[in-house]
C-alpha cells in the first residue's frame, strides 16, 4: 500500500512569503505529527493531530506557523511571513494512534523547504 | 519529562566491524523506546521498538538493541557492518501513560569504510 507522501519535495520561496506544505498519512492512521529536520540538530516536534481532538500545537515555533488537518485524513502545514531560519526539512508522519499504544510512525520523505 | 542523549554525532566503522550507536534516555516512568534510520533523502523508519515486552530487541537488517534499565540506555548494535548501513539514526523515548509525541535525539550518522 502507499506509503505517507509529501508535496511539494523541494520548496524554494523569497524571505516574507507565505508557502504550504502538504501530507497525505496512510489510509486509517488516525495520528500525524509534523517534525522539522535542521542540520545536526534531530527533529524538532512542531504539531500533533489525533483522530477528532484539538490539535497539540506545543511544537510551533512561533505564530507564524499553523496547521489544519482536514476530514482527518489530508494536512497542510502553513508558513507565513517566511524567514531564513524556516530553511530546513519538514517531516510528516503518520501511526495508527491506538488508544493506549504507542505505535511506530511512518515518515514521508519530506520537503525540503529553502527560505532565500 | 523525557529526553534522549546520542553520544557521538558521527561514527566510523570498517565494513565486517561491529556497530555501536549509544543512546541513554531519560524518563520518570517506563518507557518506550525506539530506534529509526534515515538514509539520504528519504524519512525516517523504524529498525526496532522495545514495548516492556523482552529486554533484547532485534530489528530488520541484523540490527538489535538491549534495554538497560540500571544504565537507562538502548545502544544498538550490529555485528558486522554492511556499506548499505552507511545513514543516520535516530533513537527516540516516549513515556507510558503520557504522551504519544516522541522525543528523538540528535541522531548519529554510521560512517562505513570498505
Known amino acids: 500500500g502507499a506509503g505517507v507522501s509529501q508535496s511539494p519535495s523541494n520548496k524554494v520561496t523569497e524571505k516574507g512569503k507565505d508557502v504550504e506544505l502538504r501530507c497525505d498519512p496512510i489510509s486509517g492512521h488516525t495520528a500525524l505529527y509534523w517534525y522539522r529536520q535542521s542540520l545536526g540538530q534531530g527533529l524538532e516536534f512542531l504539531i500533533y493531530?489525533?483522530?477528532?481532538?484539538?490539535?497539540?500545537k506545543s511544537g510551533l515555533p512561533s505564530d507564524r506557523f499553523s496547521a489544519e488537518r482536514t476530514g482527518g485524513s489530508v494536512s497542510t502545514l502553513t508558513i507565513q511571513r517566511t524567514q531564513q531560519e524556516d530553511s530546513a526539512v519538514y517531516l510528516c508522519a503518520s501511526s495508527f494512534g491506538t488508544s493506549g499504544l504507542h505505535d511506530e510512525q511512518f515518515f514521508g520523505p519530506g520537503t525540503r523547504l529553502t527560505v532565500l | 519529562a523525557q529526553s534522549v542523549t546520542q553520544l557521538g554525532s558521527h561514527v566510523s566503522v570498517s565494513e565486517g566491524a561491529l556497530v555501536l550507536l549509544r543512546c541513554n534516555y531519560s524518563s520518570s516512568v517506563p518507557p518506550y523506546l525506539f530506534w529509526y534510520v534515515q538514509y539520504p533523502n528519504q524519512g525516517l523508519q523504524l529498525l526496532l521498538k522495545y514495548t516492556s515486552a523482552a529486554t533484547l530487541v532485534k530489528g530488520i537488517n541484523g540490527f538489535e538493541a538491549e534495554f538497560k534499565k540500571s544504565e537507562t540506555s538502548f545502544h544498538l548494535t550490529k555485528p558486522s557492518a554492511h556499506m548499505s548501513d552507511a545513514a543516520e539514526y535516530f533513537c527516540a523515548v516516549t513515556q507510558s501513560g503520557g504522551s504519544y509525541i516522541p522525543t528523538f535525539g540528535r541522531g548519529t550518522s554510521l560512517i562505513v569504510h570498505p
Open positions: 493531530f489525533q483522530g477528532n481532538s484539538a490539535p497539540d
